[in-house]
């Protein structure tokens, strides 16, 4: 499609666009209360965005000449993106850690992150991949440094800048490999040509994929691309740790199934089905052993910490290895798994994140062992987070228990890889220790008190909401299942 | 099959050839007047001899990111205004699209002035 009929199914990118505009405008013009104008403007820019998606019409052919897929696919994502953006910036006013800085500028570059997000749900072409990273990623080095007096935060901050330079450069080598053997970025004509490389290439090939694993796997923290995330996590504002363990990791998760499914695929076709890879790639194994390796890093070294912002910035390196699991099959199955565990995640991760934002604000602490006697303070906010910290580990009846059901399933259906489903189970076990620590400390350690906590409305609100579908899902989720079924329509070039 | 490269070997030769063969006259025909600031290693202007944790004025940063506002907008102006003639007798969208890559710098331009990166001192 040319670029100028493009523009009518790019809409919710472009209001985006003049969003983030009218928030520069906004952020110099203004004289006074900027933050609490700034916050409105962004709310309403996302609803329109929303609006937008909603009504968004339907296209069988790519968009800016082969750049971008218009699928419900993409779309799907993009309304998880929408989901915890909004959250966020609904909870960033009653966030005390960021008292002093420039929140107007803070919503900004959250706007500008969520645009790059879209970007990669939708990206075919190998250049837009790489730019669309890169978008996601700038926006968040600037954010994990918000905390400008806080020196954690920047040296999170610089960290970031460090890790992310490296592994886009070696995805980039790995890029430009696979335009070496197929002479075009368009992800279809790789595939074309992947499918007919001579058998001296195939070297190569396994080469590229392992330098463009180094760039995706950064996005998703996959071990040993994870270095960065626990150190980002803690030093970070923690809204904006709850969001990146959520969104750009669900990016990734889109961006890389898509460009390593169409690709790397005996077909182009991703809607058949059964996948297998290109003659001459052991791919399944490769990601079998990255799969193994993120969950039970993430959860050894989970068990060891007692902040509780760092505990889940490694249990967040765990879930990524779960969903790899799923990725080891690639079939429409996984693809389902994966798109439901996502949903889910983003519901269990943001509620717990936003649970020790709230005792942040009350209390101003950080280690578990503080955490003594919050369930007596403060039930209506303690019982909340024992249902995400349940969800978390995979415990019926909630959302992750499902979710786990539906990503080992695509193991034992294919019959193969019998080890993996193995090693994620007994990782799954591992991970009931820490998370059941928190519940310990909340619930039994420390005594009973008439003393009762109280956050902001709008903070408790948000966390029972959030509480709603990890408990619903966990007992009803033909409704989520649907969506992400009918979302499994790809685009492909024959369509 | 590896006939096809000879061109790229050439170019390397002429490349090598031309950085040698200019260094070289220089070095036969220049005429040579050596002092102090002539010898001392080329920074910028600035004085290379030092503690090496100098702080740099945050203005250099400044300038190169307003450098990138007005550099950005040349790059991609050149090669539209190649194609203009061409796209323009299809309709007008080559002009829209080019004033609304325009405007958004501005808006950037509007912000680095409130900010008052231009206030020197």
Not at chain 1, 55 to 65: C, E, H, L, R, V
Not at chain 1, 354 to 360: E, K, P, R, Y
Request: with cysteine.
């Amino acid at each position: 499609m040319s670029n100028f009929d493009s523009l009518a199914y790019f809409l919710p990118e472009l209001a985006l666009t003049v969003l983030i505009v009218s928030l520069v405008l906004a952020s110099v013009l203004l004289k006074s209360d900027r933050d609490r104008i700034v916050w409105i403007i962004s709310l309403a820019g996302l609803a329109v965005t929303a609006v937008l998606l909603a009504i968004q019409p339907a296209t069988d052919q790519s968009i800016f000449m082969g750049a971008l897929a218009v699928d419900p696919y993409s779309r799907f994502f993009k309304w998880i993106f929408l989901v915890a953006t909004a959250v966020i910036i609904i909870a960033s006013p009653y966030t005390k850690q960021l008292d002093g800085s420039q929140r107007h500028e803070y919503y900004l570059f959250l706007i500008a992150v969520m645009f790059g997000l879209f970007l990669m749900a939708s990206s075919l072409d190998l250049i837009i991949v790489y730019l669309s990273i890169e978008i996601v990623s700038i926006g968040s080095f600037i954010l994990a440094g918000f905390l400008k007096d806080d020196p954690r935060s920047n040296e999170s901050s610089l960290k970031y800048v460090i890790y992310g330079a490296l592994s886009s450069g070696v995805m980039l080598y790995g890029l430009s490999l696979l335009f070496g053997m197929a002479g075009s970025t368009n992800v279809f004509e790789v595939q074309a040509a992947l499918v007919v490389l001579p058998e001296k290439a195939h070297l190569t090939l396994a080469v590229a994929l392992l330098l463009i694993l180094v760039g995706f796997g950064y996005k998703i923290s996959m071990v040993p691309f994870h270095f960065w995330t626990p150190d980002v996590y803690e030093g970070a504002p923690t809204t904006i740790t709850a969001y990146l363990s959520v969104a750009p990791k669900a990016a990734g998760f889109a961006l890389a199934l898509r460009i390593l499914g169409t690709a790397f695929g005996s077909t182009g076709d991703l809607n058949i089905g059964d996948w297998s890879p290109v003659p001459g790639l052991a791919f399944g194994s490769v990601i079998a052993i990255f799969a193994a390796l993120t969950m039970t890093v993430g959860n050894f070294l989970a068990i060891q910490q007692n902040s509780v912002k760092r505990l889940l910035a490694y249990s967040s390196i765990a879930h990524a290895g779960y969903m790899l699991m799923a990725a080891v099959i690639l079939n429409g199955q996984a693809f389902g798994a994966i798109m439901f565990y996502l949903a889910i995640y983003l519901c269990m991760n943001l509620g717990a994140f936003l649970v020790t934002i709230f005792v942040h604000n009350r209390f101003g602490y950080d280690e578990i062992d503080d955490w003594k006697g919050f369930g007596f303070q403060a039930p209506l906010i303690a019982v909340p987070m024992g249902i995400f910290l349940f969800s978390l580990t995979g415990l019926p009846p909630t959302a992750g228990f499902i979710g786990k059901v539906y990503l080992f399933s695509v193991l034992i259906e294919a019959g193969q890889y019998w080890w993996l489903a193995l090693v994620g189970i007994l990782n799954s076990v591992v991970s009931l220790y820490y998370y059941a620590r928190i519940i310990k400390v909340m619930f039994l350690d420390g005594e009973p008190t008439d003393e009762t906590v109280t956050g902001h409305p709008v903070m408790t609100g948000l966390i029972l909401m959030l509480t709603v579908p990890v408990l619903l899902f966990g007992i009803y989720w033909t409704p989520l299942m649907g969506a992400v079924q009918s979302s499994l329509k790809f685009f492909t070039q024959g369509m | 099959m590896i006939g096809d490269y000879l061109p790229i070997l050439f170019v390397f030769l002429l490349a090598a050839g031309f950085a040698l063969g200019a260094l070289g006259l220089t070095h036969v025909v220049g005429p040579r007047i050596k002092t102090r600031v002539k010898l001392s290693a080329y920074e910028s202007g600035v004085d290379p001899v030092g503690p090496t944790h100098s702080r740099l004025n945050v203005r250099y940063f400044l300038i190169g990111l307003v450098f990138i506002i007005f550099d950005l907008e040349v790059v991609f102006l050149y090669p539209w205004a190649v194609i203009f003639r061409e796209q323009a007798a299809q309709g007008p969208f080559i002009l829209y699209e080019m004033l609304f890559f325009l405007v958004v710098l501005l808006v950037g331009y509007l912000y680095i002035w409130r900010k008052g990166v231009f206030e020197w001192e």
